[in-house]
């Protein structure tokens, strides 16, 4: 399969939307088909929101984003594609309509994906010249940040296509299921449909209201299905015999009768009505982009928890951002060394400003980091070595604020390796304001050689010594920084 580097898009609603927000944070370029005449600021609106949210899902360097923009037919969105996502409406005819008519226009060998939460894919790819690059990769909502996407193929998907399409979400940071059998539903919304009947069974019944519900599920077992799912809860809740046990113990009231699960209640005028204003009453004056707002960040704060222990959502999170600091570290290695290195830039995100407008203090030492970081991969002191055990840690700081930086504002920072021994490193690093080259910062560092097992400083292992010592040689003979080895003088009392 070749590298993505564009993905059509067929609609740009909130799935859309969200499966461009994804691809362009990883750098990836997206066409979006809507006729919409607000498309454009809907989509804007959830990239922002999505931007926010990596921001404080990770520190990993993300790739420079793509580019993105709306067009009005499907032949625009697909015919320069390396992968195409379709997200209309769930409707079955529009679908294989509109799949076919973009099928026309795009390369024989991309792979069309569908979001569909439901429909057959046998039925979907039914319409199409080649329908065994066709498959389902059902993502869940907001679709920039949930791992979980289904892979399910139809009668004519070939192996091939499911695993290479499977492979690309994965490059995304996603955690693709591939279905052992096509089924209406698939398997999370089959499961997530028997909650929803039973609940709308409890509502008909007056039993509870929609936030009632809602307070069981969130403040419950909700909270332990985000990580164990529920044959790994039901295993442990058997005690050291484990599932035995608890079948033993709780099978047989699958045959209580008190569950109305097969029994869907009509969801009439007065039942809609009810749970209308119930969910109105539980919303109150709080507005839809507020709540996305609060959703992200509880995401993002769970999420952040999980990878501390390289678990389940966590995980996954965890070896997006190896693969992303290994890129990183890929574009390191074929940096200039003769200059001062230019490793690292971006732009001042909205959630970075301060009170007064500007970019707060703590996200220049954030920025500097990252530079720093990209420097160590340079010399082969990355991830991989950290992992190993070796480390280079911080052991002085000095920064200086020259400029205010706005927000969206582009920058770049170099960084200059003053001096250099078997277990130090002395650098010097600028951040620039790109659009005038003027410095914006700079940052004197200290770097520590250690081995992290011992808690103690030691000399660098050879092959970062061998990296090291051509880079400083080179950067001996620039020119020493005016402002290098300044500090605080202090301020004489009156």
């Not at 379709?86 to 060998?109: F, G, T, V, Y």
């Not at 070595?385 to 170099?414: F, K, N």
Request: proline share 6%; charged share 20%.
């Amino acid at each position: 399969m070749n590298p993505i580097r564009r993905l059509g898009l067929l609609g740009g609603g909130v799935i859309g939307a969200g499966w461009a927000a994804r691809a362009v944070l990883n750098g990836i370029d997206a066409v979006i088909c809507d006729p919409d005449p607000e498309a454009g600021r809907k989509v804007a609106e959830v990239i922002d929101n999505a931007r926010r949210a990596w921001a404080g899902m990770t520190l990993a360097p993300l790739p420079r984003p793509g580019n993105w923009r709306i067009v009005r037919t499907p032949e625009a969105a697909v015919e320069a594609a390396d992968f195409v996502q379709e997200s209309l409406p769930e409707r079955e005819e529009m679908k294989i309509h509109l799949l076919a008519q973009a099928e026309r226009a795009m390369r024989d060998d991309v792979i069309i994906g569908s979001s569909t939460s439901g429909l057959l894919p046998t039925r979907l790819q039914s319409g199409l010249r080649h329908p065994g690059r066709f498959v389902v990769g059902h993502p869940f909502n907001p679709v920039y940040l949930m791992p979980l996407i289904e892979v399910c193929g139809g009668a004519a998907t070939s192996a091939a296509t499911k695993t290479q399409a499977a492979a690309f979400y994965r490059s995304l940071g996603m955690r693709p299921l591939i279905l052992r059998k096509e089924i209406d539903g698939f398997i999370a919304d089959r499961l997530m449909e028997a909650l929803w009947r039973e609940a709308l069974w409890l509502i008909h019944d007056d039993v509870a209201s929609a936030e009632e519900i809602d307070d069981a599920m969130r403040f419950g077992p909700g909270l332990r299905w985000a990580f164990m799912g529920t044959f790994l809860i039901y295993r442990i809740a058997g005690g050291e015999p484990g599932m035995r046990h608890f079948m033993a113990q709780f099978g047989p009231s699958l045959k209580w009768p008190w569950t109305k699960l097969m029994d869907v209640p009509e969801l009439d005028d007065a039942l809609l009505e009810k749970i209308v204003a119930q969910s109105d009453a539980q919303a109150g004056a709080t507005g839809i982009r507020e709540y996305e707002r609060l959703r992200d960040q509880c995401l993002v704060a769970i999420m952040q928890a999980l990878k501390t222990q390289d678990y389940a959502a966590g995980a996954v999170l965890a070896q997006h951002e190896r693969a992303l600091w290994s890129a990183q570290g890929r574009a390191a290695a074929a940096a200039e060394i003769a200059a001062p290195l230019r490793l690292f830039g971006g732009t001042v995100e909205p959630a970075w400003i301060d009170y007064n407008g500007h970019m707060t203090e703590s996200r220049y030492l954030q920025v500097f980091s990252h530079a720093s970081d990209a420097m160590l991969a340079l010399i082969g002191a990355g991830t991989d070595y950290v992992a190993r055990g070796h480390s280079y840690y911080t052991a002085e700081t000095h920064i200086r604020h020259l400029h205010e930086l706005p927000p969206g504002a582009a920058y770049d920072v170099t960084t200059q390796i003053l001096g250099a021994d078997t277990k130090r490193l002395h650098i010097w690093q600028v951040l620039h304001r790109t659009a005038d080259a003027a410095p914006a910062a700079t940052c004197e560092q200290m770097l520590l050689h250690v081995d992290a097992k011992a808690g103690k400083t030691c000399p660098a292992l050879p092959e970062v010594q061998e990296k090291i010592d051509p880079i400083l040689a080179a950067h001996a003979a620039l020119q020493w920084p005016a402002d290098a080895g300044r500090a605080i003088r202090r301020v004489p009392t009156p």
